[in-house]
């Protein structure tokens, strides 16, 4: 956890802490002390994901039931609008003394505000990646300054940028900008996941579930323990194909595959949201041999269901297998449901994407195996080791969370990979997280990149890529005309097409812009607005286009 080096002091020291540590405890111990302290004082808690409130809800509301039930409201877009609007306005009026949400909830009149909890806050969520593009993370820490309230980020993993704001600066008459306290042990004594890595190489091709997970798995679910699988792929498999004529089942709208989903037979694509029937012939040469390529959630989920259909649970009872992800918590309330089945140990397997592997606490989970996390090792993505290592560590804080079952059996991360000697593993297996900080830190320094570096994009999109490029292209000339007038050291680069360069028949493109001073890239972008809006008059063949100011994908 960290505290801006700008807000007033605390009295409980701020600290970024291993899974199960014992943050959330902090958190309400300090937002205890500052409602003691002023009686009018008011605290925001946020979270990331809107599946992530019910339970620190539950657990704010049982530890503040003194102040009444209208003293703690919560604001995510899950809510009607009349509901948000009530939870707004009790929070203006001074009425909520704890507003608890997401993002959205940054923005809510809150004018008594004394400190602002930021959980998990490494989380990509945080940002709003459409219509008004922003940080709730950084939006907390500049509202802090603001409003002279406190502001603490938690996390297991802490971003890059957080990390390297409270590391001592080169100046010695600079201070960081953050205050770091580690909390390396788990409540209870418990024990952190042992790393397991399965090297697939050496395993029999197309090999799901590797023989020694798999013991390992049998063995745990013969305790009466839990198992969690993470697989960061909805659906059952990514792509279909003809083994005759190669057709694959792309979007017609998009430049993306859709996804075959087999509970209701249907591809679906997961961009434009276009589902169709899966076809009994392939539509390009009529081959009825038709394949699936790849793995996701749910052919994990089916997979594991013939592979444990033998293995009794310690009361002889068939396995439990369950599976969380976008597409089977679709319904209303049924997030909630499925999540209560597992707390209450009527699942006994649960198969997930990254919603299951963050902020829940499973009391009986004593394994966590990754099966396909390589894909983020060789990104073209920068900030894709990050993401994996963050990913990782938390799905590995699922286990052994109990203090007495992981004393007595251990607890284990098991990681199926291609590539099992790669330093971010040896750093997960070691719970380094500030060896990879520093790792990475050190590679972002050499390459020029964020945080010794701040970027921007500027998005277009239209009906055509050569539409959308020539008005970047456009606004690039008027920019570095600017630029080469006022000597500010920022890089203006070409014009490309996005990654998904085409999404429900819209083509897009992106232009980067970088700078080491964050002044200079300010003052250009300020500038360069005006110019944008004459040149959108010309080019009226652009949609529409946007500034992302540090951008998390490019």
């Known amino acids: 956890m960290f505290a801006s080096a700008g807000c007033h002091a605390s009295t409980q020291p701020p ?101 602002i909890v930021v959980d998990e806050e490494h989380d990509p969520s945080y940002k709003q990646q459409e219509g008004a593009r922003y940080s709730a993370r950084d939006l907390a820490v500049y509202r802090g300054r603001l409003q002279s309230a406190q502001v603490l980020l938690g996390s297991a993993t802490p971003s890059l940028e957080s990390w390297h704001h409270s590391r001592s600066p080169t100046d010695a008459n600079d201070a960081p900008r953050y205050v770091r306290l580690s909390m390396p042990s788990r409540i209870g004594q418990g024990s952190l996941p042992q790393l397991r890595r399965v090297d697939m190489g050496k395993q029999p091709r197309r090999t799901l579930v590797s023989a020694p997970l798999l013991a390992a798995m049998r063995e745990r679910l013969g305790r009466g323990e839990q198992v969690l699988v993470l697989l960061n792929r909805r659906g059952y498999a990514p792509v279909l194909h003809c083994t005759s004529c190669g057709w694959k089942s792309e979007c017609p709208h998009c430049s993306a595959f859709r996804v075959f989903h087999k509970s209701d037979r249907s591809l679906r694509c997961h961009h434009c949201s276009l589902t169709q029937p899966v076809p009994r012939a392939c539509p390009a040469c009529g081959n009825q041999d038709i394949g699936a390529l790849g793995h996701g959630t749910e052919k994990i989920e089916e997979h594991l269901a013939e592979l444990l259909q033998d293995t009794p649970r310690a009361d002889g009872s068939p396995v439990r297998i369950a599976r969380i992800d976008a597409d089977s918590t679709r319904a209303k309330g049924e997030l909630v449901r499925q999540l209560a089945q597992v707390h209450d140990g009527d699942v006994d397997v649960l198969v997930g994407t990254q919603m299951v592997a963050k902020g829940h606490d499973f009391r009986r989970v004593t394994l966590v195996a990754a099966l396909n996390p390589d894909g983020a090792l060789f990104s073209a993505d920068f900030r894709a080791p990050e993401r994996l290592f963050a990913l990782l560590s938390q799905a590995a804080g699922r286990a052994g969370r109990d203090a007495q079952l992981s004393t007595s059996h251990g607890c284990e991360m098991w990681v199926q990979t291609f590539h099992p000697a790669h330093p971010l593993f040896e750093c997960l297996k070691q719970h380094d997280v500030a060896g990879f900080a520093e790792q990475q830190l050190t590679e972002r320094r050499q390459a020029g990149l964020p945080p010794f570096s701040f970027q921007a994009l500027l998005r277009a999109e239209a009906r055509t890529q050569e539409a959308a490029q020539a008005f970047l292209n456009a606004a690039r000339d008027t920019g570095q005309h600017w630029l080469a007038s006022q000597g500010q050291s920022v890089t203006v680069y070409p014009a490309v097409p996005m990654g998904l360069q085409r999404v429900a028949n819209v083509e897009r493109a992106q ?18 607005q005006e110019d944008l809006h004459a040149l959108r008059d010309r080019h009226k063949s652009v949609n529409r286009w946007a500034i992302d100011v540090d951008p998390l994908v490019i």
Not at 103 to 115: E, I, N, T, Y
Not at 511 to 528: D, G, P, V, Y
């Open 15 to 115: 600290e970024h802490g291993n899974t199960g540590s014992g943050k959330t405890e902090v958190y309400l111990r300090r937002a205890a002390e500052v409602m003691a302290q002023d009686p009018q004082a008011q605290v925001m808690m946020l979270v990331p994901e809107i599946n992530l409130t019910p339970q620190l809800e539950e657990r704010v509301r049982n530890r503040f039931a003194a102040l009444g039930e209208h003293a703690i409201v919560s604001m995510h877009s899950g809510m009607t609008p009349a509901q948000r609007l009530n939870s707004w306005l009790s929070a203006h009026t001074g009425q909520a003394r704890l507003v608890l949400g997401t993002r959205l909830a940054v923005l809510a009149s809150v004018p008594h505000l004394k400190l």
């Open 511 to 528: 232009m980067l812009i970088e700078s080491t001073s964050r002044r200079a890239l300010q003052s250009f972008l300020n500038h360069w």
